[in-house]
């Protein structure tokens, strides 16, 4: 690589990063929340709350990070605080999303098979005790057995959003389970799980995509929540980039020959 194409690769590098003071401090909850069937399930709300303001703290901690990396003594204990913490917030981000996408699937497929009335029969029947979440999926599975609508909004939300959940999947992959995120019963060992770096442009944890000897791609935390935060701007893929995408992060394992 010249030194010219290392400079816009840096360049680029810098200008896909915002200043935290441009991010909104309830954009990324915003954004949840607009996603069909999000908003009328409190405790997905509540997550989502939750995971903003997390998001909101290491914003600044990763700015204070990137300000002070190179310093001829750079805030250690803040880069160790960093890397804890980053990879409980991606944990979270990753079982918020998969709770609704799990919940969106169902009432498709119970839509589809004209199965929601006896799903809702049955999570509404006596127990002898109230029990508030059978409750309000029930009522969530009517609300969309009246409204044909939402359950389109499902599919299309579902599809806009594959892409980076299929990302922030294969790194949560990596970190909670040491194993590359692919299709099949063999899962092959994740190289260096959890070793990840400051970005030196937002100070945000960096974390490798890769499988076997390639690497794929580099991910910061930064990028997984500003993927979130622009889901209401998210285009529906076409089904030809769903499948180069697929296919971009499941290569094929390559065995090395011996030395």
Known sequence: MTDAQDFEDESDDQARYRAVGEIGTNDLYDALMGLAGFAENPYLAMQASQLCLVDNSLNLLEGEVMRHQFDDEPPRGKIALLGALSPMWIYAAYELQRTWRQRCEEVIKLAENSGIDLKAAHLERDLGYRHYDRELRARQLRDAQERPELVEQMRLDLRRTEIGFTTLEFIRVALAKHEVSKKGSKKPIAF????????????????????????????????????????????????????????????????????
């Open 192 to 259: 260096a799980p959890g070793l990840a770096r400051p970005n030196r442009w937002c100070g945000s944890m960096e974390y490798e995509l890769s499988n076997g000897g390639a690497i794929i791609s580099y991910v910061t935390r930064r990028d997984i929540a500003e993927t979130i935060r622009f889901i209401p701007e998210a285009e529906n893929p076409s089904d030809e980039d769903l499948a180069g995408f697929c296919a971009y992060m499941n290569p094929p394992d390559v065995e090395w020959p011996a030395g």
